[in-house]
């Protein structure tokens, strides 16, 4: 019997365990600010690392980094219509841009009222738009690429961290192009750089696809999405990708000249990933010991423990020289194409604690120094994702210290893989392709529903709404439309009639 | 008879000067959003080198990144009652979490109204206070030491681009000590590292010092800055680093168990740095062909244009070639201990546009390459900061391809500390230490009139009231007393009293 490092379980418990991995691991809590959250250093360090990787592939596609501004007048979110009504009912509002005090309490200064309200930005396509348009004159500045990272907020009533917070963080994509064929490549671009950074990185196996037409971003003519597969069966929606036609373009005036002289519309898309990807990495790889970080966003890859007893100077800096010698041999080592990055743990704590601390948290490989491993060379190595015996005991090994560094790159890559298979595996394992009754099938799953990927004809208006209807009932949505899947060859689960394509179904986040 | 790339004039029109660099040279624009700009990608690329180097020294100096809420609930400002004053009156207030369509119009929804204002963050010491109060309990968790990197929104009335801004991007640091002795090491470590930063990789010569009392961050026990001297002679305070004793410990609740077992209050310090310095290096290396950008925060170092006459395809071919072989060459050098940065430009615009495109962002190595070039196995290289020959023609240089290779490293560290020692030289050659009569000082100083040392007995209350007032009607602020001033030997320049110290008195951005 295995005495885990969490209270909660995983099997019993799924909301539970999250919000108990999330404050062990010590990787954000809740403000006291109404839905926003402090991303704790843990979590933001992984952020860090997102950010790095990401922008690196980013900037490799031509995209350059700019920044605008927090504050969307209220004006610009009129112009598009489809838009406004996707979000205006969710918005931070500054009305006020001073404070006095009144009987020793602080109020917005009546005679500080704005003329027009400006809206915390909960995405940039309006702002960004109105630039655009400024900057884009002749076919000769197309396409027009550029990402910001930023917080935006969106108000939310039941929020969960990472996963639906008012205020988060992310990167948002927005692209200018001559035509369709210009802006759709892009968009696709961009939805195979997410699939790709979360099968990476993030060792988080997904499915990209397009999204049914009543799940599209607000004014948008097509969505894509990457949905991942969280070990509870819902689905999480992990980035999303929007070819907005030209609507956005009429909105905001950006216009080209083409080399014939005319005045043309410009096609653009937007696409964003954000701190949720952290929600996501939390529930495919944690477990009940806490988080399991992929080697390549975790912060420290190898953490190093030297076992100071205190009774014997001399033996403790043994020790210490040796912890030392050993990280500074790290150091010089790679992993992921990238230095290795170790950490010595010195903190005024016994080393139980900290080897728990550092298991919870999901640093990949624990090592801890002892007198003993100084004597012959060696060192304790907890390997983060196979922690136990099948006895329940600590999976401990004591390879040589020079052999652990000549391998520590090729374990670290290991461990990427190996949590990256058995996502997967998960993934593949619980999409249920033969199921004839959805209703039935979902009332009987169990524990580990997974998805249904079904044939439908792809109906909209009033036939579509039906459906969702239906489906809203057994709590379940449509995700997306698989990019690989197979052909339709029968009939529309829903209607009966001629399927056109197969998509995906699920609980979701 | 120079014809320079820009309009302005530094010597005659400096405020428009500054504003024709910050549009030539691409960095950023107006908005459109009341007192926001938006960043274009060369400021903005400016600025990821500054975050890239600064965080790297934060991160050296065992200091964790994490990220706080942007919203902050009225009651944290409520706490402390010198922060509020110093604060309350240029804040933005979000009053609102909805809108609703009125007759075609966005409004607030009256019914979304919230029950406690929230201010978007001007600063976050209270926010932090409330999380540190959380984080500490005993001695163990001291020093506790986080920074983050935001967006702060302070309203502005009257706003200039990079230099105040309604938003802004800045890093603040936040920490958390026993004793004031900790305390007040950290904020001299903080100040000692934005001076160091200013020197090294801006390469813009500061003076660090005490602000006098009225210029103390609102609550703080002290305040110390960092002050440039521009090509006006104006000061710029371009990094601040404040000991808070304890009284925001106090109003938040940081409180600590010490090794006797009594509890303790915090000794608190902050430290900031923003977007402001790029309006400093502007100002300290611009110059009438737009900006010279240090070479350590250039985002590209050097640039290779390629003259395609396309009228040889071959020729052009050959080209080509020799510029891509040259960039991959460069590649693979450093400077300052980084790889260079060469970036080949080939869009599809003139040769002769290309290059004074590049001058006028202050790439610091221009390098032209032409069929000629190819032959020889030469090419043609302009030096940003030695743009012109004595004749008034455009000083290009014909290195050898190789030789240039072998020497770009040296060339950009050369740059750097040349562009430093200019302005170094400007600097302590306008700090003038034997005024005995200040107001006739300026009134005759001329286009340049730099800043003035004096002693003084450091009065304050009213006393102070009368010479600050005094040195306003002058359009002068006191600006710091220097850490490395000479000890006060002689009478107040304001009182007639002993005085205590020297400080610097400008003119000031």
């Given at each position: 019997m295995i005495k885990h490092?969490?209270?909660?379980r995983r099997a019993t418990d799924f909301a539970k365990w999250y919000q108990e991995v999330i404050s062990e691991a010590d990787l954000a809590e809740e403000s006291?600010?109404?839905?926003c959250m402090v991303i704790k250093p843990w979590g933001y360090g992984i952020w860090e690392r997102i950010q790095k990787l990401m922008d690196a592939e980013i900037k490799k596609a031509g995209i350059d980094n700019c920044y605008f501004p927090l504050f969307i007048p209220l004006s610009y979110f009129e112009k598009e219509a489809d838009h406004v009504d996707g979000f205006a009912k969710e918005m931070a509002v500054v009305t006020h841009h001073r404070l006095k005090a009144v009987d020793g309490k602080l109020v917005p200064d009546p005679?500080?009222?704005?003329?027009e309200p400006l809206v915390?930005?909960?995405?940039s396509e309006t702002v960004i738009g109105a630039a655009m348009a400024r900057w884009?004159?002749?076919?000769?500045?197309?396409p027009l690429m550029v990402n910001q990272w930023a917080n935006v907020v969106r108000w939310e009533m039941r929020t969960r961290m990472?996963?639906?917070?008012s205020e988060f963080l992310w990167q948002e994509g927005h692209t200018a192009h001559a035509d369709e064929a210009g802006a759709m490549s892009e968009m696709l671009r961009a939805l195979e750089m997410y699939r790709a950074f979360a099968e990476g990185p993030l060792a988080m196996p997904v499915i990209a696809g397009e999204k049914p037409e009543h799940e599209r971003?607000?004014?948008?003519?097509t969505t894509f999405s990457i949905e991942a597969m969280m070990q509870d069966g819902k689905a999480l929606q992990a980035g999303t990708s929007h070819y907005l036609g030209t609507s956005f373009a009429e909105a905001a005036g950006i216009k080209y000249q083409d080399k014939s002289g005319n005045q043309q519309l410009c096609h653009t898309t937007s696409w964003g990933t954000s701190t949720r990807m952290i929600g996501g990495v939390i529930m495919t790889h944690g477990d009940d010991d806490g988080l399991r970080c992929p080697p390549q966003i975790a912060p420290h890859q190898i953490v190093i423990i030297p076992m100071l007893r205190e009774k014997d100077a001399d033996e403790d800096q043994a020790v210490l020289d040796y912890a030392k010698s050993l990280k500074s041999k790290l150091d010089e080592r790679t992993a992921f194409g990238e230095p290795v990055r170790a950490l010595l743990d010195i903190r005024s704590e016994k080393a139980a604690t900290k080897r728990w601390s550092w298991v919870k948290k999901g640093a990949p490989l624990i090592v801890e120094i002892g007198p003993r491993d100084v004597e012959g060379g060696k060192l304790a190595l907890i390997r983060r994702d196979q922690l136990y015996n099948d006895d329940g005991r600590l999976a401990t090994r004591f390879p040589e210290k020079q052999s652990f560094i000549e391998e520590a790159g090729a374990l670290l890559e290991d461990i990427q893989s190996s949590l990256h298979r058995e996502a997967d595996l998960r993934l593949h394992d619980n999409i249920?392709?033969?199921?004839?009754?959805i209703k039935e099938f979902y009332d009987h799953a169990g524990s580990y529903p997974g998805w249904v990927e079904v044939q439908w004809s792809k109906p909209s208006g009033a036939a579509l709404d039906k459906i969702v209807e239906q489906l809203k009932e057994l709590k379940l949505t449509m995700r997306n439309v698989p990019l690989d899947a197979s052909p339709a060859d029968g009939a529309?689960?829903?209607?009966?009639?001629?399927?056109?394509e197969r998509i995906l179904i699920g609980r979701a986040y």
């Open positions: 490092a969490l209270q909660a006291g600010v109404r839905g005679d500080s009222k704005l003329e915390v930005r909960p995405t884009v004159q002749s076919w000769r500045n197309l990472f996963l639906r917070t971003f607000p004014g948008a003519v249920h392709r033969d199921i004839t009754d529309c689960y829903f209607t009966g009639e001629p399927a056109v």
